[in-house]
Nanobody, 127 residues
Framework: QVQLVESGGGLVQPGGSLRLSCAAS????????MGWYRQTPGNQRALVAI???????KYAGSVKGRFTISRDNAQNTVALEMNNVKPEDTAVYYC?????????????????????WGQGTQVTVSS
């Protein structure tokens, strides 16, 4: 069993920046793709950004050009750099590795038999 632990959430003003980090308990090279998702009350979790093992990235249209996803295979971490944040970015942000990220990355045979989620970190954008 792999644990994913998110950190870095908090309160930020509109136009500000925040950096989220996801630390995995094992080697992330075993994961074809890892992603960040977000969820607001009453809504399903939605894709924010994905990065695959080759470093290819994919973003939701609403964050493209403002957010950057990166992975550090040596540190077993995936980060989400959030710039020029907006009130609509307010949500709980989750890190994922496994079926969901693989599927959303476009990988054809996407189900590795596991789907790991972190506990989430709250991001609030407000003045």
């Amino acid at each position: 069993q792999v644990q994913l632990v998110e950190s870095g959430g908090g309160l930020v003003q509109p136009g500000g920046s925040l950096r989220l980090s996801c630390a995995a308990s094992g080697n992330i090279l075993r994961f074809y793709a890892m992603g960040w998702y977000r969820q607001t009350p009453g809504n399903q979790r939605a894709l924010v950004a994905i990065i695959n093992v080759s470093g290819i990235t994919k973003y939701a249209g609403s964050v493209k050009g403002r957010f950057t996803i990166s992975r550090d295979n040596a540190q077993n971490t995936v980060a989400l750099e959030m710039n020029n944040v907006k009130p609509e970015d307010t949500a709980v942000y989750y890190c994922n590795a496994g079926k969901t990220s693989n599927r959303d990355s476009g990988r054809g045979n996407y189900d590795p038999g596991y789907d790991y989620w972190g506990q989430g970190t709250q991001v609030t954008v407000s003045s």
